[in-house]
């Protein structure tokens, strides 16, 4: 009974989908009214930024885990299975709870709709799920990931103890801005009155917003640079998640758990250990397949693809990969092109299965025309699932899967033997 009444929930959830995103707090926050307040007892750690944001969630959970707190963690997208994205100490919400919020909730929803307030998008709904859920359970803290942008993301109905920002960088330009600088007022946006900010934003009109917002709020700003003491501690030891860019990210991490010292206090000896076995399905995640190795990145924006290609230098240094891509039709096809493709030895694009899902054979085309004067006797080819493509790199030593984390979350549930998927649930732009 309770997998027919977790299978009706998913129906449920999808059907949220037809009302698409949309920025603003009023209906969250009409719907936590109507849930009680749980979460008024929780304490939060937000996070918001363009890469970087679920890296630096992962390390602030392992930490305070490992300190001995009991963690909530509330991230998106997920890969698999639509429950990753609410978890207490590491274990997900089950199956039977998002089946009870869903009866829960439908009251208020048909509330809302009849007093001319809207419908509740997917997002909002799910943001609810996790506040009410985890502040009915009592966390000690809560690591909270915001979606998209900040200063309107649903996940901004709570006041924090500390507001972090990763770094801001091209993505979601028509929904935040066409310059850094809108960009980085929207993630400024989680800023909150008296809160301590920190940042390992580097540019410097990024850090000119980041600061004009925390003097605003009265807010003490503490900046991670490469100069930075916390920078130089987590660079000497040997993180969980692989890439030099994550020295960023735990840095970040660990400059806010000891920001927070006074009220959530960590022994220090443990800060290392979790920092080491911290772990973030998705990125840079190594599989072994048929005697060669696959890694899957989710990197779907300029700065990621620029990462992705410096961390596959560095953990295989002058080895040729086969790229294995798809991307959604808003990203940056030729930022992928431009750090990816000089260094692989096969491409294949394949379909992503979402409402956005960019056209294949038009990125055949364009990996085609990029190469053409430069390597030659690379092959690009399209393949017509993940499965294909994978097979058409079944010799191939090193295999990248890459462009877009509904693409990685298929490999992933591919590789582990998932039966079954619940990805289709990331389509918020999909309509009915």
């Excluded at 970087?52 to 305070?64: D, I, P, R």
């Excluded at 991490?253 to 998705?282: D, N």
Aim: proline share 4%; aromatic share 8%; glycine share 14%.
């Amino acid at each position: 009974m309770a997998g027919t009444e977790y299978a009706e929930a998913l129906e449920f959830l999808y059907g949220l989908q037809r009302f698409g995103l949309r920025p603003g707090l009023e209906t969250t926050r009409q719907l936590v009214a109507r849930a009680g307040e749980a979460h008024r007892g929780l304490r939060f750690i937000h996070v918001a930024g363009t890469n970087g944001k679920g890296s630096t969630c992962a390390f602030l959970e392992s930490v305070y885990r490992r300190a001995g707190y009991r963690v909530g963690l509330y991230t998106s997208p997920h890969l698999v299975s639509f429950r990753e994205r609410i978890r207490l100490d590491g274990e997900a919400i089950p199956e039977a709870e998002v089946a009870a919020f869903v009866r829960e909730s439908r009251g208020w929803l048909g509330e809302l709709a009849g007093a001319g307030a809207g419908e509740a998008t997917f997002f909002e709904w799910v943001t609810v799920l996790a506040l009410v859920w985890l502040g009915r359970r009592g966390c000690d803290v809560v690591v909270w990931e915001t979606g998209m942008g900040g200063r309107w993301d649903a996940t901004n109905v709570v006041t924090p103890l500390a507001s972090v920002i990763t770094n801001v960088g091209w993505d979601h330009m028509q929904w935040l801005g066409d310059t850094l600088a809108k960009i980085a007022g929207e993630k400024a946006g989680i800023i909150k009155p008296g809160v301590p900010a920190l940042t390992a934003a580097r540019e410097p009109e990024v850090l000119e917003v980041l600061r004009a917002k925390a003097g605003e709020c009265g807010s003490p700003l503490e900046e991670v640079t490469e100069a930075s003491e916390v920078f130089g501690v987590v660079g000497g030891w040997r993180l969980g998640l692989r890439g030099r860019h994550q020295v960023w990210n735990a840095a970040l991490a660990l400059a806010t758990v000891r920001r927070l010292q006074g009220v959530l206090p960590v022994p220090g000896e443990v800060v290392r250990p979790a920092m080491e076995s911290a772990h973030w399905p998705g990125r840079f995640e190594v599989w072994q397949r048929g005697g060669g190795t696959v890694v899957l990145d989710g990197a779907h924006n300029r700065p990621a693809f620029e990462v992705l290609a410096t961390t596959l230098r560095e953990e295989y240094p002058g080895r040729r990969y086969s790229l294995v891509v798809g991307l959604l039709a808003d990203k940056d096809a030729g930022a992928m092109m431009e750090h990816l493709l000089p260094e692989a030895g096969r491409v294949v694009v394949v379909p992503i299965h979402a409402s956005r899902g960019g056209d294949p054979g038009e990125l055949v085309s364009r990996c085609r025309g990029f190469l053409g004067g430069r390597r030659p006797g690379v092959v690009v080819e399209r393949a017509d699932g993940l499965r294909e493509a994978l097979d058409l790199c079944a010799g191939d030593g090193l295999v990248v899967v890459t462009g877009s984390l509904y693409l990685v979350g298929e490999a992933l549930g591919m590789l582990a033997g998932e039966t079954s998927s619940e990805r289709g649930l990331n389509d918020w732009g999909r309509r009915q």
